[in-house]
């Protein structure tokens, strides 16, 4: 008797990237070559001729809400006010998911502007698993949360973000939005092996995944010592491939990959080039995981 | 909970300047103004300067854009 044959596992994996006004010229005429946009929600919520253009692109191409100040990671409780604002974007456009960070935004009197690593423990865990049924509540559906970059090591934390990630996501079960340059940032900054993460993090939980760039900056106090800086002013470098590449050889879900770039911007081609490679590294972990799967039913 | 003190002094010294400052100097005069544990105070105690500044810096770029 033959071998059996062993099936080949088809992803629906998407492909595209976040919405940038300099790029949308660009977008609507290669939209043929894009699979989704990324909007960042607080950019759309004051303005009504936006949120009208948004639902006309909404016509066009599926769309991700990505959310950038609800600070829902944190032992403080989510502004609702804030969420209930969001929520009326959802109420216009119907995207196919919504995203946020693990990352607290503010606290009662201070406004940090920006994301933020809260302390790593079993305060935060309980309040952001509180934070994202609340936010599930109004808006409807869960979010996938976004590991951030952080330069400064949360104190009082007593789990490794991995640990502390997965719980969140186990007690939630919003899903993981795996941003890979963050990833690189924060082992390269606090010296772990970020193939290590990857082995830890719940990948069963991961759906989506940012990809982007940065730079290394110097250290004010100690120059010799150099961090890296995830600015999304830089091209995707190439570590971040082959950490997608393991992602998806691992991962069970089909993947949404979203380019993020800032600033700096190159042209669209180059984009549509990046494009193309973050595909080709995701399809060699898909063939990959094929060939083990062969491999080990031969044995 | 105290957890919520420190995230409150984390967001103070994130977007307050003048308070890095105070912070930087005396630690332990601005950690008492909050009711801490000894291992929140210890673990405060032992931020890592060069990081808390290159963090502010990086949230003082981002809010002046």
């Given at each position: 008797?033959?071998?059996?044959?062993?099936?080949?596992?088809?992803?629906?994996?998407?492909?595209?990237?976040g919405w940038r006004p300099e790029?949308?010229?660009?977008?609507?005429?290669?939209?043929?070559?894009?699979?989704?946009?990324?909007?960042?929600?607080?950019?759309?919520?004051?303005?009504?001729?936006?949120?009208?253009?948004?639902?006309?692109?909404?016509?066009?191409?599926?769309?991700?809400?990505?959310?950038?100040?609800?600070?829902?990671?944190?032992?403080?409780?989510?502004?609702?006010?804030?969420?209930?604002?969001?929520?009326?974007?959802?109420?216009?456009?119907?995207?196919?998911?919504?995203?946020?960070?693990?990352?607290?935004?503010?606290?009662?009197?201070?406004?940090?502007?920006?994301?933020?690593?809260?302390?790593?423990?079993?305060?935060?865990?309980?309040?952001?698993?509180?934070?994202?049924?609340?936010?599930?509540?109004?808006?409807?559906?869960?979010?996938?949360?976004?590991?951030?970059?952080?330069?400064?090591?949360?104190?009082?934390?007593?789990?490794?973000?991995?640990?502390?990630?997965?719980?969140?996501?186990?007690?939630?079960?919003?899903?993981?939005?795996?941003?890979?340059?963050?990833?690189l940032a924060n082992s390269y900054?606090?010296?772990?092996?970020?193939?290590a993460f990857l082995d830890e993090?719940?990948?069963?939980?991961?759906?989506?995944?940012?990809?982007?760039?940065?730079?290394?900056?110097?250290?004010?106090?100690?120059?010799?010592?150099?961090?890296?800086?995830?600015?999304?002013?830089?091209?995707?470098?190439?570590?971040?491939?082959?950490?997608?590449?393991?992602?998806?050889?691992?991962?069970?879900?089909?993947?949404?990959?979203?380019?993020?770039?800032?600033?700096?911007?190159?042209?669209?081609?180059?984009?549509?080039?990046?494009?193309?490679?973050?595909?080709?590294?995701?399809?060699?972990?898909?063939?990959?995981?094929?060939?083990?799967?062969?491999?080990?039913?031969?044995? | 909970?105290?957890?919520?003190?420190?995230?409150?002094?984390?967001?103070?010294?994130?977007?307050?300047?003048?308070?890095?400052?105070?912070?930087?100097?005396?630690?332990?005069?601005?950690?008492?103004?909050?009711?801490?544990?000894?291992?929140?105070?210890?673990?405060?105690?032992?931020?890592?300067?060069?990081?808390?500044?290159?963090?502010?810096?990086?949230?003082?770029?981002?809010?002046?854009?």
């Open positions: 008797m033959g071998a059996a044959v062993v099936a080949e596992v088809r992803f629906k994996d998407r492909f595209g990237l790029y949308a010229a660009n977008i609507l005429m290669n939209i043929d070559k894009i699979d989704i946009i990324e909007i960042i929600g607080e950019n759309f919520v004051n303005d009504k001729h936006l949120t009208n253009s948004l639902k006309t692109l909404a016509t066009q191409i599926p769309i991700s809400i990505h959310c950038v100040s609800l600070g829902l990671a944190s032992s403080l409780p989510v502004n609702i006010k804030r969420i209930e604002k969001m929520a009326k974007l959802f109420d216009v456009i119907t995207p196919v998911s919504w995203s946020e960070h693990f990352a607290f935004v503010r606290s009662k009197y201070f406004e940090i502007g920006h994301l933020a690593a809260p302390p790593r423990n079993e305060d935060t865990i309980k309040g952001s698993v509180k934070n994202i049924n609340v936010a599930k509540e109004i808006i409807g559906s869960l979010p996938f949360l976004e590991n951030i970059a952080t330069l400064v090591s949360p104190p009082c934390s007593v789990l490794s973000e991995a640990q502390w990630i997965n719980q969140i996501v186990q007690k939630s079960s919003a899903g993981i939005l795996l941003d890979l340059h963050n990833l900054n606090f010296k772990f092996c970020p193939i993090i719940n990948l069963n939980m991961i759906y989506m995944i940012h990809l982007s760039g940065g730079r290394y900056i110097e250290n004010p106090i100690h120059p010799e010592k150099v961090h890296l800086l995830d600015d999304h002013l830089h091209d995707i470098p190439e570590e971040i491939y082959n950490l997608l590449t393991i992602v998806a050889e691992k991962c069970p879900n089909d993947l949404t990959v979203i380019i993020e770039r800032d600033g700096c911007f190159p042209s669209f081609n180059h984009i549509l080039f990046q494009l193309n490679k973050s595909k080709l590294a995701i399809q060699k972990g898909r063939n990959n995981a094929h060939l083990k799967r062969k491999y080990e039913d031969k044995l | 909970m105290s957890t919520q003190k420190v995230e409150e002094i984390l967001a103070r010294l994130y977007s307050d300047n003048d308070y890095l400052e105070l912070f930087m100097k005396n630690k332990n005069k601005v950690l008492s103004e909050y009711i801490l544990t000894t291992d929140e105070i210890e673990a405060m105690l032992s931020i890592d300067t060069s990081e808390l500044i290159l963090a502010t810096n990086s949230y003082n770029h981002k809010r002046s854009k």
